[in-house]
Every structure is written in structure tokens, then in C-alpha cells.
């Protein structure tokens, strides 16, 4: 059985794509987490401090991690950037 060997730009190509997933999930679930914050602050000034507090703190924890996911995309696809530049 003979394998097929793995073209550098495979591997670019590969990375860019999981990269661009990423960020678009991270984007995605930002979004989401907002509207989650949102919601949690009309709860909080309609008077139901308990679901509005626990929706609040929810929607910013989440978008915390959005943001920590973008980054994590990011870098990934600026390390592919510096690999292709080095081996050029």
C-alpha cells in the first residue's frame, strides 16, 4: 500500500479553511451570546433580577470564549502566513 505525499500547499490549504471556520463560528456564537446579554438585561429591568442576572452573566461568559476562539483562529492562520512565507 503506497501513500500519496502531503503537498505543503495542501497543508496551507487545510488550515485556511479550519481558520475560516473558526472565526465564522466564533462570529456566529458572539452574535448569539449579545442577543443572550440583551435578553438578560431587559429581564433584569423588568424586575426579575434572578433569571436576568443568570442570563447576563451567561451571554458575557460565553462571549469571552467567543472572543478567546477568534483569537485562537487567528493565530492559527498567522502561523500558516509565517510557515508559507519560510518556506518560500
Do not use: W
Not at 13 to 39: D, K, W
Not at 51 to 64: D, I, K
Request: hydrophobic fraction near 40%; charged fraction near 25%.
Amino acid at each position: 500500500m503506497s501513500h500519496k505525499p502531503v503537498k505543503k500547499s495542501n497543508i496551507f490549504q487545510e488550515r485556511l479553511r479550519q481558520a475560516r471556520y473558526s472565526f465564522n463560528l466564533a462570529l456566529i456564537a458572539t452574535a448569539l451570546s449579545a442577543c443572550i446579554g440583551v435578553i438578560g438585561a431587559g429581564l433584569l429591568l423588568s424586575g426579575k433580577v434572578t433569571e436576568g442576572t443568570f442570563t447576563a452573566v451567561g451571554g458575557m461568559a460565553t462571549s469571552v470564549r467567543c472572543i478567546q476562539f477568534a483569537k485562537e483562529a487567528n493565530d492559527r492562520l498567522d502561523k500558516t502566513l509565517v510557515e508559507m512565507k519560510d518556506g518560500d
